[in-house]
């Protein structure tokens, strides 16, 4: 959705798409899962979803299953879901509320929210056996404009180092205070990186989202960040349009303190490697993205919007989930035509336009996270 | 369906069938995908199915998308299924109709008919972009008695070359002029080659084919190829039947200009390495394997009669159809039996009977093109 | 269900559970089909199943297909289920009745009831063909206790010498006279070592089984085979619980001639590497597992009465069937959670209470089994 007159300058001559095999080679999928997804930050979810002590949802990483929940000093945390005991999973419904510990359904082994071990039936009688050994496995995890990230490396760098690019970026969205609305999921037959590519241009607009092409022109708008973990930039409204919704009309009250020009525009971010924030005037939307293999990817979409928004009048969400669900499924629909195109052995790199800067970006920043010279890759 | 006095003489002594993992291996699924199916001729369809200049279908082939249409010159031709922009697959659809040019869904780079790249949005500011050098991908193309051949293989040796042993051997059938009445698909649990030593036997019909046994003794006959790519002959109707239908009586005109002797006979010929024609005087019957695995295969069936059969009294296709799905359902399954006992670790080879020498040749000429030598094979 | 006073004393202090891959690899799966599979004896069913001449079923042991019949004799046998011509699957029903010979499907070849060939049409022409060199290939098959026990290894040792520690221990309950009443398959997605540990104690009683734990003290009884391939020992009953059954009343006659002090117990045997035998007073229910992957595992379970059960005013057998069909559904899930937890990279082996010794003492059996050292995998 980034298509901008600021890309053709930061356009690099003779950028050309990743090769096939990094989109169809389950080797490359296991060095993605080991040196991305396993060392980076990985939003899975918000922090409105565990509001109250005991309050939990389980999140699904890079193959791992996890318990983010609220303790009972209000702090959120994060726990591998599998009891020390036996290895049995702990959590077996998708989200829920704890009373005061974590019970493990096989032989009852008990954990405070904290993850400290509080009892181990008849193991009083094992010679060495020392419950503060056998606390739950922590998951570092952080918080960023209420998003909440884990990282599944055992010592990661901080969030907040890493972020620095985005600091005080949406300050002015007031994203830690907004309430979701909706939330949908999908499954899409391609490769992870298709989608961060399909977000990144715009080209695309005019051929596969005439409804967004009408109410944002497709080469309206600018970038602000142009190269590294963190891409985007605005594009404007169309006249007529308040929003992007099917009726053109904003759809709730404006999210946070935005100056006169935010209203004529929807900011669009990457955020290496799975969330994807697009911000309206009336409310913010993101996707999380969660790879299942080299050729298959779920994705998370869910709308946010003004804490009061519920008291307002024009509050209509639909009216936004309604517009972008339909773009969201042409998008992933043509995603999986480009999978199903890459992976014929005729598939060879092509040529990215000037317009497509922001996706011959991406490709040079996973290349780098990958540890690959950009150029053996692109 | 061969079964022949002929065969008799030609039989070997000593042969018998293929070791197991030529049935269950992945491995040699590979190399019979490098070393057959990405080296041969392989039919596809008939001339039929692109009559008109846009006319198109998609073929898969070894795993391999293909658009085969007509252009505007009214040349049939063959292209890649991918755009030479992302990688996008172009057509999506079976078949259908194009207009002057093939447009990619995702950025609209578009294609002349024969392939050459005509527009690419947004291209002109990129340095050594040349649109002469991102045609379409061809693949090569011929048509035989008016099939349609595929050669995955970049310079394939012609066509008309390798089937020196079939010229005008059908001539009399006039089998390009004819036209299609139904087509019906399978899926097989079972090696593509089961399919081959099934078709290239009878000695299984009385056990089998009840149906079929009581309108063609199923010793009679003579074969006329008996080693190489193709092999085959016919078998006589019982004296009471006019032709394969479930009512016994012709079920349309006689399809050329058929001896008197023809008109008492039914011809089998299996075109490696995946057609299979079966010629009855008023009809006739093709098969085309699409191997999806060492254990699947994908069959397409249709059956073809004289161009003026709709005007014709006695024109009953279903008579035909209702009698070869029968019989072809009856093959599938035991096939799959096949499949099922070939994958024990007991299974070892077998020995054929005089009345196996064409799936004992089928299995040497399987061998030499994969370029293995037969003993080692059989 | 064997969580004995008397495991306490043979407790090894340090056991602790198996390393992950043990759950998960299919390398190790392989290993297992090679070195336990492919060795052991493996119950398949019991000769009630195939009572008189021709009566057979087909079993599934390891990745093959097997014939289980009586035959003309009445001597009970097995053979594997292809034919030597082409390899065919000769039965393709589960079961049924044979007449005096087995025919293949494809062309026809025909064995007798012991295996040999006795016609193979078309092969007097082929030189050197002797049919005595195409009988059927033989498994291996023992009776004990009214089981059938398949040995996949050509040159097993033999099933009584392997079942010496079990010899005459069940003689009291005269099992190769009982009757089967009900049969019920699962499919449960967990590693086949995961249900023989869960059988083997009964600390998660109380948490996973509040009717089991009703009607049986979950410490009560005592083991008697506490190391090697067969383990196990009674648990009593409740004081107002006749047998394990929804209402608590003995659902048929008294299987046996039991002493006093067995109407108040149950017993419970693992028999490695398939088998599971749960005798009550008035019925014996067995399990018997196949795996199929590394994460998947099949169970039959059945159900056996006194052969004179039927005429028994108190014949209720759907009261044990009901009972037990419930607690196997509980006992799965949680070994399906299990498998889950355990395929995480952060599961490690975790320690054994004093409870489970018999769960520690089959992996070490199994270790041994496998031919590895019990320190490497525990």
Not at 169 to 178: K, T, V
Not at 216 to 228: K, V
Not at 267 to 282: A, E, M, W
Not at 309 to 337: G, K, M
């Amino acid at each position: 959705m980034n298509p901008f007159v600021e890309t053709v300058r930061s356009y690099r001559q003779g950028a050309s798409t990743l090769p096939g095999q990094y989109y169809t080679s389950p080797e490359i999928f296991a060095q993605e899962c080991e040196r991305i997804f396993r060392r980076h930050w990985l939003c899975v979810g918000r922090e409105a979803q565990i509001v109250t002590p005991g309050a939990y949802f389980v999140a699904s990483v890079a193959g791992e299953s996890v318990i983010v929940l609220r303790d009972e000093q209000h702090v959120a945390r994060a726990f591998y879901n599998i009891c020390r005991h036996r290895g049995t999973r702990l959590c077996e419904e998708q989200s829920g509320e704890l009373s005061r510990s974590i019970q493990c359904p096989y032989h009852a082994w008990t954990y405070t929210l904290d993850g400290r071990l509080l009892g181990a039936p008849h193991m009083e009688g094992v010679e060495d056996f020392e419950k503060r050994e056998y606390s739950l496995h922590r998951v570092p995890l952080e918080i960023w404009e209420g998003f909440l990230f884990l990282n599944l490396s055992p010592q990661p760098r901080s969030l907040a180092e890493a972020f620095t690019p985005l600091a005080d970026r949406f300050r002015r969205f007031r994203l830690p205070r907004l309430r979701p609305s909706r939330r949908i999921g999908y499954v899409v037959e391609a490769n992870w990186k298709l989608l961060f590519q399909n977000y990144s241009e715009c080209l695309h607009c005019p051929v596969i989202h005439p409804g967004l092409a009408r109410r944002s022109p497709w080469r309206s708008g600018e970038n602000d960040l142009a190269e590294g973990p963190f891409l985007g930039g605005f594009m404007l409204l169309d006249g007529d349009s308040e929003s992007l919704t099917v009726s053109g009309r904003a759809c709730g009250p404006v999210v946070g303190e935005l100056p006169h020009e935010d209203l004529r525009r929807v900011y669009y971010y990457s955020i290496f490697p799975n969330l994807l924030v697009s911000l309206h005037p009336d409310y913010v939307m993101f996707h999380m993205l969660q790879p299942e293999s080299a050729t298959r990817t779920r994705v998370e979409c869910e709308w946010l919007f003004h804490p009061d928004a519920l008291h307002d009048p024009q509050y209509d969400p639909e009216d936004a989930v309604s517009f972008w669900d339909a773009t969201n499924r042409e998008d992933w629909h043509i995603c999986e035509l480009s999978q199903k195109g890459i992976s014929s052995r005729m598939y060879a790199p092509g040529p990215y336009s000037p317009r497509e800067s922001l996706p011959a970006a991406w490709d040079r920043e996973y290349a780098r996270q990958l540890g690959q010279h950009a150029e053996d890759v692109g």
